[in-house]
Nanobody
Framework: QVQLVESGGALVQAGGSLRLSCAAS????????MGWYRQAPGKQRELVAS???????NYADSVKGRFTISRDNAKNTVYLQMNSLKPEDTGVYYC?????????????????WGQGTQVTVSS
């Protein structure tokens, strides 16, 4: 069984910083793309940032210049450094990863999600 476990969510004032972490565990051969999504109350889940296995990153326009995604492949972990936080960054942040796991006779790619971590930015 594989799982993603997020940590780092908290209540912070506008202008502050937070660092989210997400660690993958279980019988994993490797990990392809990893990413962070968020969902605000009453809104759809949206992509915040993603990173390929080689380290190429992509960001939503709303967080460019403020958020940085990184990963440690040796630890199967992805991070999201969030600076200059705004109230509109409030939401539940979910980690996503495409895990390469043992399958029926060959490796398979498994789309895995974490349970979410709450980020609240007060004005």
């Amino acid at each position: 069984q594989v799982q993603l476990v997020e940590s780092g969510g908290a209540l912070v004032q506008a202008g502050g910083s937070l660092r989210l972490s997400c660690a993958a565990s279980g019988n994993i051969f490797s990990i392809n793309a990893m990413g962070w999504y968020r969902q605000a109350p009453g809104k759809q889940r949206e992509l915040v940032a993603s990173i390929t296995s080689s380290g190429s990153a992509n960001y939503a326009d709303s967080v460019k210049g403020r958020f940085t995604i990184s990963r440690d492949n040796a630890k199967n972990t992805v991070y999201l450094q969030m600076n200059s936080l705004k109230p509109e960054d409030t939401g539940v942040y979910y980690c996503n990863a495409y895990l390469i796991v043992p399958g029926m006779g060959m490796a398979e790619e498994f789309d895995s999600w974490g349970q979410g971590t709450q980020v609240t930015v007060s004005s």
